[in-house]
């Protein structure tokens, strides 16, 4: 397993949002967000204003987790695909690539399986790019390059700063 740092690119951030945004239309969703495993919000699209983003996407993750563990008591690698049915709305929650959280808020305007049908194909384009990404990061930490501007402060120079 890969130790590199993804980070995101204009590029593949517009392409995600084209995904997502494409998403939300053909499966007549209201929101849709994209998730990393540690609960940080990559992206999110439709009515996004209704919601804490930040609570959405820390609690998702939590269940993404808890769920793991669930998954691993009974002999399972992970549960990727979770749906929470409401009496309004509908959560529809899928690990995409091993790597990060889809989550699809829909109601009675739409079904389970249209969404599910829907998702599956998104995720498999958002699976290639989060690969491209990843390639990317890896590259980088070939050549010894980086994209994080305090990369190469060393200990050393905090230590003279302060001192």
Sequence with gaps: ?????MVMYEEEFQKINEIMNRLLKEANAKVIFLVDKNGQLISGVGET???????LASLTAGNIAATGGLAKLIGEKEFSILFHEGEKDNLHISIVGGRVILVVLFDSRSSLGLVRLRVKKSSEELSTIFEV????AEDKERRGVSDFPFAEITDDDIDSLFS
Excluded at 1 to 5: F, G, I, V
Excluded at 133 to 136: A, D, E, G, S, W
Aim: charged share 30%; glycine share 0%.
């Design 133 to 136: 990404l990843l390639k990317k």
């Design 49 to 55: 204003e209704r919601f804490d983003t930040t609570s």
């Design 1 to 5: 397993m890969s130790t590199a740092q």
